[in-house]
T-cell receptor, first 114, second 116 residues
Framework: AQSVTQLDSHVSVSEGTPVLLRCNYS??????LFWYVQHPNKGLQLLLK??????LVKGINGFEAEFKKSETSFHLTKPSAHMSDAAEYFC????????????FGTGTQLKVEL | GAGVSQSPSNKVTEKGKDVELRCDPI?????LYWYRQSLGQGLEFLIY????????KSGLPSDRFSAERTGGSVSTLTIQRTQQEDSAVYLC??????????????FGQGTRLTVV
C-alpha cells in the first residue's frame, strides 16, 4: 500500500525567508511524486513532479523539491517566500505497478507574513 | 478539449434528491479520478478509472455514491438521496498513462455541491 504524510498542517514564514514543506511517503514500488498548490477558491495546479529522473526537481515560481530515497522524503523548498505563495500545498504519490492511483497528503497551509 | 471540464460549477439541491456531476477529461487521457474536498479539509479519494480496467471504487463513502465512465471518456458521478454531509467540492482529474505510469493529473475547477 502507498501513503503520503505531510508533517505540518500549517507553516508560517516571513516574506523573504526560506520555505520548507515536508513530505514523506511510503510505497512498495518506485514512486512518482508531485506537489500541487491550491490558492484560495482556485483549482489545483501542478508545482513540480519527480518521475525517476533527476532527484532535484525544479518547479514553477521558484519552488524545488529533492527526492531522497533513503529518507523516503520529497520536501518542498523555496529560498525566499513571497506573499503570493500563501496557499495550500499537497504532496501526492503514485507508483508503477499496482493501481497507479494518486494518493494525496492532507495538505499544508502556508501563511506568509510581512 | 484544452482542459478538464466539470459541470455544473455549482449545484444546490434539497436533501433526499439525486444529483449527477459530469466530468469531461482531457482527450486521450486514460486515467480519470474523482475526489471531494470538504471545507477546510484535504482531498478525499472517491473513485479511479484506468482505461478498460475495473474501476477502483474503494473511496466511495456509501452505496449512495456511484460513478461510470462511458466510452473511456466522459464520467458521471451520481449521488442518490443526498445528505447534508455530502456538501463539498467534487473534483475530477485526468492523466495520461505512459510506459505504465500515470503522469501528472490535471484537475477541473470542481463542482460545488450544497445540500440544503
Amino acid at each position: 500500500a502507498q501513503s503520503v504524510t505531510q508533517l505540518d498542517s500549517h507553516v508560517s514564514v516571513s516574506e523573504g525567508t526560506p520555505v520548507l514543506l515536508r513530505c514523506n511517503y511510503s510505497s512498495s514500488y518506485s514512486p512518482s511524486l508531485f506537489w500541487y498548490v491550491q490558492h484560495p477558491n482556485k483549482g489545483l495546479q501542478l508545482l513540480l513532479k519527480y518521475t525517476s529522473a533527476a532527484t532535484l526537481v525544479k518547479g514553477i515560481n521558484g519552488f524545488e523539491a529533492e527526492f531522497k530515497k533513503s529518507e523516503t522524503s520529497f520536501h518542498l523548498t523555496k529560498p525566499s517566500a513571497h506573499m503570493s505563495d500563501a496557499a495550500e500545498y499537497f504532496c501526492v504519490v503514485t507508483f508503477t505497478g499496482g493501481g497507479n492511483k494518486l494518493t494525496f497528503g492532507t495538505g499544508t497551509q502556508l501563511k506568509v507574513e510581512l | 478539449g484544452a482542459g478538464v471540464s466539470q459541470s455544473p460549477s455549482n449545484k444546490v439541491t434539497e436533501k433526499g434528491k439525486d444529483v449527477e456531476l459530469r466530468c469531461d477529461p482531457i482527450s486521450g487521457h486514460t486515467a480519470l479520478y474523482w475526489y471531494r474536498q470538504s471545507l477546510g479539509q484535504g482531498l478525499e479519494f472517491l473513485i479511479y478509472f484506468q482505461g478498460n480496467s475495473a474501476p477502483d471504487k474503494s473511496g466511495l463513502p456509501s452505496d449512495r455514491f456511484s460513478a461510470e465512465r462511458t466510452g473511456g471518456s466522459v464520467s458521471t458521478l451520481t449521488i442518490q438521496r443526498t445528505q447534508q454531509e455530502d456538501s463539498a467540492v467534487y473534483l475530477c482529474a485526468s492523466s495520461l498513462r505512459t510506459g505504465g505510469v500515470n503522469t501528472e493529473a490535471f484537475f477541473g475547477q470542481g463542482t460545488r455541491l450544497t445540500v440544503v
